[in-house]
């Protein structure tokens, strides 16, 4: 039930939930994220840091977010 409640909380706010729906047609670097969504990169990190520690976003090597 823990894990459901901490899934929720991520999906709870608007910024995590506009980079998911950006990521779920294509992959893309933080600052291409950071412009789509009109948001700082520091905001944009925290939260893809977030989304990567839940499991619902992956970085590749080259850095991008998918």
């Known amino acids: ?3 459901l409640c901490d899934l929720w ?3 709870s706010n608007e910024d995590r939930l506009g ?3 950006l990521l ?7 600052t291409g994220i ?3 969504l ?3 990169t520091q905001q944009c990190n ?15 090597a080259e850095g991008l977010f998918s």
């Open 38 to 40: 009109g948001v700082s």
């Open 9 to 11: 909380f991520e999906l």
């Open 24 to 30: 779920a047609g294509r992959a893309e670097k933080l």
């Open 46 to 60: 925290r939260h893809l840091t977030r989304l990567v520690e839940a499991g619902l976003v992956r970085k590749d």
């Open 1 to 3: 039930m823990e894990l």
């Open 34 to 36: 950071s412009k789509e």
């Open 19 to 21: 980079i998911l729906n």
